[in-house]
Each structure stands twice: as structure tokens, then as C-alpha cells.
């Protein structure tokens, strides 16, 4: 049978059988070759990961050494700027709220940040006229120290003077208007004690009260004016509230940051609050002292959310 099969095989189908018989033998002769060829190509693959790798790690230890000398700079201006602005807020902070208290005036400040945006200072005048400014300008910290340098400084020299309140206020509302931009603005108020008469002009603030001794609220001092700041005043046009008291009483101001404060349970500690404390205290040293204590209490735990300046004046 065999026989007769290979007998049977015609020439191509013989051409046929060389042909697939030569690739087998070429395939299994280069096979190792082959092998040899995709193992060294894979070897090659393998090699250039790891260059790729080690470049890709030298590279990200390169960054880091770039972004570690960037922070450290950073830090180092951060530092050095935060100098700076302490030394400049310390200066203002100096040259604003730390004048001298006139004998019958007492004042209590808590700033939100490093510098108070509340000014409350007092002047003597070469009369002997005790004059007191309580304001409270837009912003805390730098953006408040524009504004309140130059209020300070005017309110101290025209009162030195004895420049009646209408012109003290005129003249700060003019120096603002050229210096503060669009938003910012100052609500004051500025109040004059002699001889038991007290003249008071109120620009923004929260009601003023003058209380007796007993700490019963004989008057308010409403504020009649916008802010200083924002539009022009004529001194003509500047109400202040003006009145003789024969016996002793004492005027109390306050900055909103007081009573728009907010306990742990959401109450408020509101002007009636305030001056339901002056009330309960017939003793007249002790009233301002009283009221910090119940704020700190009400407020104990809860960050401040603005400045904070009460003045208690005596008029006598």
C-alpha cells in the first residue's frame, strides 16, 4: 500500500511536500534564533523601563528638592512679611488706642485680629474739656488701619483745639472721603463733656444712653447722620445732641461687634441686655466692669466675629 501511494504522487504534489518539509526544517533550524531575538528584544524593553525609571525617579527627587527650597522660601517671606505687618500693626496700634484715658472716661476693647478696626480714644482740650471718639471702621486688621490712623490723628488735634463736635466730624468725613475707597466707610461718634453739659454727635453707631446714678436711662443718642466717608457734610447741616444734666450721669457707646454677638444657643446679647446690666448695678464704678464680665461669660468659648470697644464717660 505504501508503495502504491508514493507512486501515485505527482510532481507538484512532490514540489508540494519538499516545500513544507524545507520550512519545518528551516523554522526548527531558526527557531532558537528567533527565540533569541524576541528574549533580547524583551531584554531590551526591560532595560529601558528601568532607565525610564530611574530617569523618572532621579527626576521626581530633583523636584523635590526644587519644590522643598520653594517652600522654604516661601516660608522665609511668609515669616519676614509677618514681621513686618506685626511692627506696622504694633505702631498704629500705639499710635491709636494707646493714648492716654481721660480721668472720668473708661474704655474696654476686644479686637478680632491683630489690630482693632474699633477706635476709642479721649482728648483733652487746653480748655479742659474732656473730648471722646468712638468708631468703628470697615474691616479688620491693614484694611482697618487705612482709615484709622488718620481718624485718630485728626480727631486728637481738633479736639486739642477745642473745636466744637459738628467741625471735629466734618473734617474727619472730608479726610476720609479723599482716602478710603468705594465700601470702606467710618461710623462715629464724638462727644464733649464740660461742666455737666455733654454735646454728643452720632454718625452710624448704635445708640449712645446717658444714665443716671441710680443706671435708669434718662436719654438716647440716636445716630442722625450716614457714615463718615461717603457723601459731603456741611457743619450747618450736623445735629448733635446737646443737654445740661445738674446731677452726675454717665454716657455709655458701644460698637455693633457688642451687641450683634451670639451665645452658644443662637441668643443675641442685645443693647436691652446691656442696659438691663446698667440697671441691676446702682453702684456707678462698677457698671462697665459688670458688663464685660456678663459678656465674657455669654460669650465664653465663641470666637469673636468683629471688634469690640464699650466707653463709659462720666459727665460732672
Not at 256 to 268: H, Q, S, V
Request: with cysteine.
Amino acid at each position: 500500500m505504501p508503495e502504491k501511494h508514493w507512486a501515485r504522487l505527482d510532481a507538484s504534489s512532490i514540489s508540494t511536500l519538499l516545500c513544507g518539509a524545507g520550512l519545518t526544517a528551516i523554522a526548527v533550524f531558526y527557531a532558537p534564533l528567533v527565540l533569541t531575538g524576541v528574549a533580547l528584544m524583551l531584554c531590551i524593553i526591560l532595560v529601558y523601563a528601568q532607565f525610564c525609571q530611574r530617569q523618572s525617579r532621579h527626576s521626581i527627587i530633583a523636584r523635590s528638592r526644587v519644590f522643598y527650597q520653594l517652600a522654604k522660601r516661601l516660608v522665609r517671606l511668609k515669616r519676614n512679611r509677618q514681621r513686618d505687618t506685626n511692627l506696622a500693626l504694633n505702631v498704629l496700634n500705639h499710635m491709636v488706642n494707646q493714648a492716654p484715658v481721660a480721668n472720668n472716661t473708661q474704655i474696654w476693647q476686644q479686637p478680632k485680629g491683630d489690630f482693632s478696626g474699633d477706635i476709642a480714644i479721649t482728648c483733652e482740650s487746653q480748655c479742659g474739656k474732656t473730648y471722646v471718639l468712638l468708631a468703628d471702621l470697615t474691616g479688620h486688621g491693614i484694611a482697618a488701619a487705612i482709615g484709622a490712623t488718620p481718624v485718630a490723628t485728626i480727631f486728637q488735634a481738633t479736639a486739642y483745639r477745642g473745636l466744637p463736635v459738628q467741625e471735629i466730624i466734618a473734617e474727619i468725613n472730608d479726610k476720609l472721603r479723599q482716602l478710603l475707597p468705594f465700601g470702606h466707610f467710618c461710623c462715629a461718634a464724638v462727644a464733649v463733656c464740660n461742666e455737666n453739659t455733654l454735646q454728643v454727635c452720632n454718625a452710624g453707631l448704635p445708640d449712645l444712653v446717658v444714665c443716671n446714678e441710680s443706671g435708669a436711662v434718662v436719654d438716647r443718642v440716636p445716630s442722625t447722620l450716614l457714615p463718615l466717608g461717603i457723601e459731603e457734610m456741611d457743619t450747618c447741616d450736623i445735629s448733635v445732641f446737646a443737654k445740661h444734666y445738674p446731677q452726675p450721669h454717665h454716657l455709655y457707646g458701644f460698637t455693633d461687634g457688642l451687641i450683634e454677638t451670639r451665645g452658644a444657643n443662637d441668643e443675641i446679647f442685645d443693647s436691652d441686655t446691656v442696659e438691663a446690666i446698667i440697671a441691676t448695678h446702682c453702684c456707678a464704678k462698677n457698671r462697665l466692669c459688670q458688663v464685660v464680665q456678663r459678656f465674657e461669660s455669654f460669650s465664653k468659648g465663641i470666637q469673636p466675629h468683629d471688634d469690640i470697644s464699650i466707653v463709659e464717660v462720666k459727665i460732672c
